[in-house]
C-alpha cells in the first residue's frame, strides 16, 4: 500500500519542522543568557534531582565550614589565655622559690612578694573567666557569666560541654576544661596563691608548697596540650571541608552550567540551518 505525499502534507512536515528548530533555537538563547544547562526541572528531570542533591552537600558543608571556624575561635581564644595562664604560673613558682629563702629575706621583701603574688592571682581569675563571644570558654554552657565566683567555686559542670558539629558523624569539644585545669574552691589555683601568701605574711616557710605549685601547673600544661589537639583536629577538618566544597561545587558546575562557548557555537549553527530551512 503507498501513501501518498500531497503538498498539504509537505506544508505541514516543514512547518513542524521548523517549529522544533525555532525551539531549538530558543532553548539554546535561554541556555546562552542564563549561562545554566537547567532552566526548569522538565529540561532534564535526572540532572535536576543530582543537582538539588548536590546543593544539599553545599548547604551542609557551609554550616559545617561555620561550625568549625566558630569552634577555631573558641579554640583560639582559650589557647591564648592558657599561655598568660602558664606565663604567670612560672612567676608564680619563681616568687614561691625567693620566698622561700628564710634567712635571706626581710619581712618587707615577703611582704613585697606576697602583694606581687595577691596581684598574679587577680591576673589568673581574669584569664580564667575569659570569654568568648559572651561566653566563658573555661565553663561550658553556664550562664552565669563567669567560670569562677569570687569564692573560687566552678560555675560549670562536666556534662555541659560546648560541641559543634564538623561533619555529618563528627564533633569537637570547643570549650576548655575549667576545673581540671584550674581546680575549684579550696584545692584551686586561686586558694593556693591565698595560702602561699598567708604562709608568707606569717613566718611559715613557703617551700612545700612547691609541689602544690608543681602539680596544678601540671594539670594547666594538660588541659593546654588537649585544646591543642583538639585545634589539629579542627584544622584537618576544615581542609578536608574546603576541598569538598570545591569538589562539591564542580559536580554543580557540571550539572547546572553551561559551556558558553559551545552554546554560543550551536546558537550559530542553529540561527543558520534555520534561516536555510526557510
Known sequence: MFTRVTNATQTANAQHNLQL???RQAKLYDQATSQKQLTRPSDDPTATASALSVRSGQAATTQYQRNADNGDGWLNTADSALTGVEALMRRFRDL???GANDGSLSPEAKESIATE???IKKSLLSLANTTYQGRTVF???SDAGVAFQPDYSFTGSAASTVERRIGSDATVRVDADGAAAFGTGASSVF???DNTVSDLRSG???GPRLAEIDNRMKAIVGEHAEIGGRQTRLDKAKDAL???AISLESQRASLEDV???KVLLDLKTQDVNYQTAI
Do not use: R, Y
Request: charged share 10%.
Open 21 to 23: 528548530s525555532l525551539q
Open 96 to 98: 614561691t622559690v625567693q
Open 117 to 119: 603574688l595577691e596581684g
Open 139 to 141: 565553663a561550658g554552657n
Open 191 to 193: 586558694a593556693l596563691i
Open 204 to 206: 611559715v616557710n613557703v
Open 242 to 244: 574546603a576541598s569538598g
Open 259 to 261: 559551556d558558553l562557548s
